[in-house]
């Protein structure tokens, strides 16, 4: 997404509006799984592939897509997630179960209801955001995720589905209906816990800002959790980045600055809600200093 003018002055309305009221004052307190902060979904489609990985330091997460069969009874792949709108949907679903300490989430009666809470605009065609986002919310909750931690101390490993069921009434002809029950998706017991023992808080009003572009999605929540611990400078070599944020560039010198040009312009956008946030890009990674947080701590 190119930084032009009416673009910037779309986001920097916003970052005033935002700067103005805190998020928990504005109803605007949301949380992401911290699983899915520390290694992250892809920005684009991969294909048909039946794994997909992120490495963040000795923190790794593999995520396989599901499976169906078609009428002729042939097995094939859903698919993986990918984009804005499964980072958004996981947004709104980890803070709905902060909220309700509930396995349950409740999506509402209508689709155009739901779309709403992630300041998505219903639109139909084959490149509408109804089809896009009903599409990407049956990858990500038939997907499965896996981690391995493999440090020095310790060498442990686990992994989830996402959801054990989801059930969604909607009619992506009629947006605006509303239906007789309720569209919901529980969560499994591994990834409910995984959100409420470890939720990173977030404000949502600035992801639906950064919504044109995962990557910036991605540095906000990333940085939001990593700064909330940092107690000293560090330094994050581009390369050890790039493993983390764009396994979709290429595997070489030139893929590295591909990314980190990327990043960068990325960055500038989080900048301006993140504003205490320290940080400086040198020539041989990005360095970090100890910040406030952009959410006021709090107990959930």
């Not at 605009?121 to 909750?141: A, D, S, V, Y």
Request: proline share 4%.
């Amino acid at each position: 997404m190119i930084m032009n003018q009416e673009n910037l002055n779309k986001i920097v309305s916003e970052m005033l509006a935002i700067e103005a009221v805190e998020a928990k004052e504005a109803g605007a307190l949301g949380y992401m799984a911290r699983a899915l902060v520390q290694a992250t979904l892809p920005h684009k489609n991969p294909g048909q592939v039946n794994v997909w990985g992120r490495r963040n330091g000795d923190f790794s997460v593999i995520m396989q897509p599901g499976y169906t069969i078609d009428k002729n009874n042939n097995s094939y792949s859903i698919g993986l997630p990918y984009g804005t709108k499964p980072r958004l949907v996981m947004a709104f679903i980890s803070s709905e179960v902060v909220k309700t300490r509930d396995r349950e989430v409740v999506l509402g009666r209508s689709l155009s209801e739901f779309m709403r809470q992630l300041d998505l605009t219903p639109t139909g065609g084959r490149w509408g955001t109804i089809p896009m986002l009903k599409n990407q919310m049956k990858r990500l909750f038939s997907a499965t995720v896996s981690f391995q931690y493999d440090g020095q101390e310790a060498d442990i490993s686990g992994g989830f589905r996402i959801a054990s069921r989801a059930i969604l009434f909607w009619d992506t002809r009629l947006p605006q209906q509303q239906t007789l029950w309720e569209s919901t998706v529980t969560l499994t017991q591994e990834f409910y816990d995984e959100i409420v023992n470890h939720p990173v808080p977030l404000d949502m009003r600035v992801l639906a800002a950064l919504k044109g572009s995962s990557l910036a999605i991605d540095i906000y929540c990333w940085l939001s959790y990593r700064l909330s611990y940092l107690k000293t400078p560090t330094t994050i070599p581009w390369e050890i980045l790039k493993l983390q944020f764009g396994a979709d560039y290429a595997k070489n010198s030139q893929g590295v600055r591909d990314f980190k040009r990327a990043f960068l312009r990325e960055l500038k956008k989080v900048n301006l809600f993140y504003q205490k946030a320290k940080l400086e890009s040198l020539e041989g990674g990005l360095n970090l200093k100890p910040s406030a947080t952009h959410i006021k701590k709090l107990t959930t």
